[in-house]
């Protein structure tokens, strides 16, 4: 429940710095269940169905890897409308009604989608999936930075992200327990969005202290990356003025680290996006199998966290991202000779994905990290700039593994992607610039 904010607390509120490291590295708290709220279940629920049941069941459900591919990339596109909502909350004080206006969308999208229906309504549906998801997600966080000290926020905001990517290996369990029926998939995941929906009705009501969002520590998403609705990339808000004046500096090495993040994760992302489509097809594994796999790599990625943390203080950020950069091109290579080799190779393909999945914790703490430290302007706009590149990075991978897949083959999909992280992998090394004064302080 929301409580009233005492004048002083106000005051104080109005004032604070722009702390984004390195408290706001806490992603995953060892004692969070003391922070939990009941609206958090709210997002517990669409954590399951968002980042557990959807990257499984909108690619296996579709008619071919261009459908797909298009299906996928949509709704990660439509993720960039999160500054839209962001911009309409804050100025209006209407967080809780883009809450349930985003929810109620993603039930009207998820009741049609069992539906018999030709591509054009399909991408339409997946455009609204993508609206609802980013519009309730942007809000996340405000309810607890408008509502709570600032103390409170790094426990809080972490236990919140906890208890959403639980949700999230609860749903790829769930995907692997349904499998190919799809209808009921969808009937599930229509389900747990309406039992959200009472509960954020019933547990929220109005956000008290208008608080600015660059004031809030920079946190890692928690989670697979492949769920580009995580809850912290949809908090920081870029803006077209931050953008322009960002991207007016080129030759920064901020934005070198954005070019070659965004030409890496677009590769990633057409790998990841069209493993379970091209696991099943190829291999004729059970629709259950990727999901399952996925499951419990991502429950074991959650436990990494806290590790990727230290390590970005001990060693820098840029060490750690070239080495989850190298690891992930050995990973995306090993998946490639599965794919590409004469003999029955889940095996090998399935340990490639697990590891492309655990390495995840390595680049979304030293990618946030870097972005937000290697910034001259102010931080929120770059990590504003950081998560919706990211986010278009995926949308744009969904596409092109899409086609590439249908024409070249997803082992010539994989290859490519290989070289492009090897390459993205080896110009963070040879940047200089990147990793001067990125150790943690």
């Not at 039930?107 to 229906?117: E, G, H, R, S």
């Not at 899409?402 to 963070?428: D, E, K, R, T």
């Amino acid at each position: 429940m929301a409580q009233t904010a005492s004048s002083p607390e106000r005051e104080r509120r109005f004032h604070l710095p722009h702390p984004h490291l390195p408290h706001g590295l806490v992603a995953f708290p060892n004692r969070y269940r003391p922070w939990i709220e009941p609206w958090f279940f709210a997002y517990a629920c669409l954590g399951v169905v968002q980042g557990g049941l959807l990257p499984l069941l909108l690619p296996l459900s579709s008619g071919g890897s261009l459908e797909a591919g298009a299906v996928v990339g949509v709704m990660n596109l439509a993720g960039l409308s999160s500054p839209l909502w962001g911009h309409l909350a804050d100025h209006r004080r209407l967080h809780r009604q883009v809450l349930l206006a985003g929810m109620l969308t993603t039930l009207v999208a998820l009741l049609l989608m069992p539906m018999q229906l030709g591509l054009p309504p399909r991408i339409a549906l997946a455009a609204l999936l993508g609206l609802g998801f980013a519009a309730a997600n942007t809000v996340a966080n405000m309810f607890i930075v408008e509502v709570r000290p600032p103390e409170e926020w790094d426990a809080r905001i972490g236990a919140l992200q906890a208890l959403s990517g639980m949700g999230q290996v609860g749903g790829l369990l769930l995907a692997g327990v349904i499998g190919d029926r799809f209808a009921l998939a969808f009937g599930v995941a229509a389900a747990l969005v309406a039992t959200a929906i009472p509960i954020a009705w019933l547990t929220l009501r109005g956000v008290q202290v208008p608080v600015p969002r660059a004031a809030v520590a920079a946190h890692p998403p928690l989670g697979g990356e492949e769920w580009a609705g995580a809850l912290q990339r949809h908090f920081h808000l870029p803006t077209w003025r931050g953008c322009k004046a960002l991207v007016a500096k080129l030759r920064t090495p901020f934005m070198r680290l954005q070019m070659f993040w965004f030409a890496a994760f677009m590769m990633i992302g057409a790998v990841m996006s069209m493993f379970p489509l091209a696991l099943v097809r190829t291999f004729g594994v059970g629709d259950g199998f990727p999901a399952t796999t996925y499951a419990f790599a991502a429950a074991a990625s959650l436990t990494l966290y806290p590790t990727a943390v230290r390590l970005a203080r001990a060693h820098g950020a840029h060490r750690l991202l070239r080495a989850g950069l190298l690891i992930r091109t050995v990973a995306i290579a090993m998946v490639a000779a599965a794919f590409l080799s004469d003999v029955h190779a889940v095996a090998l393909a399935s340990v490639g994905f697990v590891i492309l999945v655990l390495t995840w914790p390595l680049l979304g703490v030293s990618g946030t990290v870097l972005s937000a430290q290697l910034s001259h302007g102010e931080k929120g706009e770059a990590l504003g700039l950081f998560n919706a590149l990211t986010s278009l990075a995926s949308a744009a991978g969904a596409f092109f593994g899409g086609l590439a897949m249908q024409f070249g083959g997803y082992g010539a999909v994989c290859v490519l992607g290989s070289v492009v992280v090897a390459i993205a992998a080896m110009w963070a090394t040879s940047a200089p610039a990147v990793g001067k004064n990125t150790r943690e302080s």
